[in-house]
């Protein structure tokens, strides 16, 4: 399921941001809590990015919306002169919850762009 990146996920959103393993793969650096929310905020304020928390809908919390079901992000970066196209990055945050078919890279669609 996906919902809304609002304040909740925050702090659960910034420990996965701490692992450095996250870090390199991203390539994003550690930066505090306080800077967190304000790119959270940033990004919901912001008309071209679009931020989902990916939630696991078997879990008990996810029927809530809860922080304990998420178990990753979903960005779309619209186009500044064509909004038709985005960009879009997954990450699938809880190591628990990878390769589990949260999401996956079609290659063949890359060359068909």
Known sequence: ?????????VEKYHG???DA???AQTAS?????EE????QQAWC????KCTFIILDATHAD???GGTGAAVGDINLVLGRDDQTE?????????????RKGSSWHDADADRAL
């Open 1 to 9: 399921m996906l919902v809304p990146y609002r304040r909740k996920f």
């Open 16 to 18: 996965w941001m701490e």
């Open 21 to 23: 393993w996250i870090q």
């Open 29 to 33: 650096e550690s930066v505090s809590l």
């Open 36 to 39: 967190e929310f304000a790119a």
């Open 45 to 48: 304020d912001d008309f071209l």
């Open 62 to 64: 996810s029927a809530e």
């Open 86 to 98: 985005a960009e879009v990055m997954v990450m699938v945050g809880e190591a628990g919850s990878r």
